[in-house]
């Protein structure tokens, strides 16, 4: 599966690739027990990822599951970067629907027995 990197500076607006829900960052701060100023931290470092919707900075509410962040995620924020992916292009790829991981997205994949290949396919995104 590739996909091509968008062009500098486009900023696509959200899409059917978009999660079901989402939280801002004061609700990603409150429901891991942090301060905001960590979650801003964690943004920065890629342990999380935030767009804007509506102005505001919101992260996929999947992605910070059972008062955690998912497991992989920083590890394959990192690979979609090096791959040249900003937060937009990346959270397209993480909620695009992949019939190889039986239909799921690879977001939805990171939080079950699939977080391995999911990573795995970030990964070959580089080469």
């Known amino acids: 599966m590739t996909e ?3 062009a500098e500076g486009a900023v696509p607006g959200p899409g059917p690739a978009d999660p079901a829900a ?10 891991l027990d942090l301060p905001i100023s960590k979650v ?10 935030a767009v804007r919707r509506d102005g505001v900075r919101r992260i996929p509410a999947d992605l ?10 920083p590890g394959v924020l990192t690979l979609l970067a090096d791959a040249g992916y900003d937060d937009e292009a990346a959270l ?18 990171l939080a079950g027995d ?12 580089g080469f």
Do not use: C, F
């Open 40 to 49: 801003h931290q964690m943004v920065r470092d890629r342990e999380l990822i």
């Open 114 to 125: 699939q977080a391995r290949e999911v990573k795995r396919r970030a990964q070959a995104l």
């Open 4 to 6: 091509s990197v968008p």
């Open 22 to 31: 989402w939280l801002t960052l004061p609700d990603v701060a409150e429901r």
């Open 92 to 109: 397209r790829w993480l909620y695009e629907t992949d019939d190889t991981l039986s239909g799921r997205t690879p977001a939805t994949a």
């Open 64 to 73: 910070v599951a059972n008062r955690t962040v998912l497991k992989h995620l």
